[in-house]
DNA sequence: GATGAATGAGCGTTCATTCAT
DNA sequence: GATGAATGAACGCTCATTCAT
């Protein structure tokens, strides 16, 4: 009905209050963390009825995976945002730009994130297609491919397990991170290390440029 | 404060009993974790009446307190009985234990330790002692520095990063291993894994081997 | 009230989908039973928003009173297919045909429909007017009606207490069939049962045969 | 620790807890209906904390089940307290108990106790041993087991086929007294049904007596 | 007339804590 | 000291109903 350029001010409502949620739920789970938090605290931080919640969200476990999009939606973009530079630098910079996430999205958040999917498939969300570690992989497959086409890596570079790898270990810090309180794995402890893993990595893979 | 010598029957019995409930919160909170154990679990694991929880601890937080004095050591035996061996070996023999043990240990098993360690410190068990993390580091550490002693690595290794990178990378496993209801990142696919980040990242440092 | 000939086209609208909500109420509830059926669940199945459902009604039970005006019909025209049979083969042939008809509706279906049947007057469907137990009985009666005109059984049959002992076996074997996850009483295996009953019940009254 | 013959005070209020609970669901389901009845109003009725019902009773259902146990709990001792009669009148009796035990639930408890147990298997109470239908199908093969070694029954009598026939006809009963709003099938009116279905289906078997 | 976001009372259930015995 | 029945606030979640647009 509309054209999807001009919200109707009740649609202009609706993603405000969404908005308003999101927020509190933020603040509200950084502050006493998740189990702590009820879900009519955070009603009663945005403002709004504990029942209006759940036009948002269909379980209370649910925010986090909204809060958690968020935190890593520009991701993908910044990767192809990156056209003119190496391999090693995109994977570097897409390295740091995941630990920012982490650590943007800060402890109580990560930690929620962990449990909700550490947990089996089937209890977990919807699972309707792809799940975050799926997407992570394929986004750093992208990369990889983007820069086989582009001669930065040769033909028989193993895309697969190079993903695999350099993913496990950005999962690996996040982990550590949540594990330590946030003293350790931070993103300014793991650049260094970032960069140490790719030069060894995928060096080995860069054709003739003796990098 | 008593001369404490001779100890009535009653008041032995009451040491037991606090003994009991010790040991089985211990045991029911390394298994569900602080917050999913009722203080009704926890007395009918001890075998007592709930009310007699309240006996010797004034609220549920209480024992936490109580049972942070938790005794340590694992993995480093196995390091230590590899004598012989070159570092790469050792390294990545602890890599295959690693890895094998949280094989070993079954999926739900692994989920709840990862869920119990992600916890926020104020709630986990063990938090003033060493953490579970720290151990494996140190672990990771000894071997790294025997392997100093021994001139088998060279005498300006950057051990405390290598000890993280390579801990991580595991950690990141079993993450991902657990995430994925054990279909990816199996000790079976990440063999190889690890004997590739090894060489990649430990051979700089040894000595004559002319990388 | 109107003079009613020509409607503008807002009317028929109105009249269009008040229509519409009470074919999905009608149906949802049929499923599902009123109490499970949520107001939204209607307007979601009948293509509206919620709120359009109290344009028409001012309450969730007031739909109710609409539906009750069922259309009914359905097991009495097998029976009067079978003019040239026996007493015993027409019952038996109902007997089977009804069981058949049980199993292939499917457990689930079948327990719906009881937990549907079961339910107090007042929520129910269908109870101003005439109940599937009534139209099942009539159906039943009729065909011993029908045998007594043609002789095949005596005038001073007890055609409503036969009526009612065959059918309310019927309905045991069909409560039954549920609660044991169709592995008791189902249509293969009260076949023989049936036989049984019906020999041993209506013979009685067959005129000639010296039972 | 107790000789179980003497109940301490403490034992006896809770047994006196759990009638009073027992009795208030009782009094509020038939009043209103089992889903329109909510704990909490039990629990007031019986003048206890809400929670007090959850130290009795597991789930909501649960005291359906109790009830309907009460409600049954008798007929056992009185087919057992039966021995000089003869198996149609201690069958016509087991019958007749049984529609009476039916009545005396009342129509809103029989009719929970239908929907609990035509739930599928599975997701029905804890299934750990014997269904009410398994149980009631013993009940009735021991009447018949026990009439034939008292030479009551012929050696050859289908014990297992009368049982289930006898059983399913009770429980249609039951059904269509639940359908019915109690208006048929009541305990008045199926007694003489009972004598009819047992002279015709069990008569066969009496050995001496000319059929 | 139609919409759907917002409401808030109410649900079944859990559990830390108390206290008479 | 030990008990365990009793408490009642709080939880996550549902849904009939309202009303501004």
Redesign the pocket.
């Known amino acids: 009905m509309n054209v999807a350029k001009e919200l109707?001010?009740?649609q202009k409502?609706?993603i405000e209050?969404r908005k308003k949620i999101l927020e509190a739920a933020r603040k509200a789970i950084l502050e006493k963390g998740f189990d702590k938090?009820?879900?009519?605290?955070i009603a009663k931080e945005a403002g709004?009825?504990?029942?209006?919640f759940?036009?948002?969200f269909?379980?209370?476990?649910d925010i986090i995976e909204e809060l958690n999009k968020t935190d890593f939606s520009r991701l993908a973009e910044i990767v192809n945002q990156m056209k003119g530079k190496s391999v090693i630098e995109k994977l570097d910079n897409y390295c740091r730009v995941f630990m920012k996430a982490v650590e943007r999205s800060g402890l109580e958040i990560c930690r929620q994130w962990l449990r909700n999917h550490i947990a089996s498939a089937s209890t977990s969300l919807e699972n309707s297609g792809i799940t975050k570690y799926q997407g992570d992989i394929l986004a750093m497959k992208s990369v990889l491919n983007e820069a086989i086409r582009q001669g930065q890596l040769r033909e028989d570079t193993p895309v697969e397990e190079l993903a695999f790898l350099i993913n496990s270990q950005l999962y690996g810090f996040m982990l550590i991170w949540c594990m330590t309180d946030g003293e350790v794995a931070g993103s300014g402890q793991t650049k260094n290390y970032c960069q140490y893993i790719l030069k060894n990595s995928v060096q080995p893979y860069i054709p003739s440029a003796p990098q």
Chains 1, 2, 3, 4 share one sequence.
């Not at 938090?37 to 605290?41: C, T």
């Not at 709004?48 to 209006?52: D, N």
């Not at 269909?58 to 476990?61: I, Y």
């Open positions: 109707t001010s009740r409502g609706a209050t938090v009820s879900v009519s605290d709004v009825a504990t029942g209006s759940y036009t948002y269909k379980k209370k476990e």
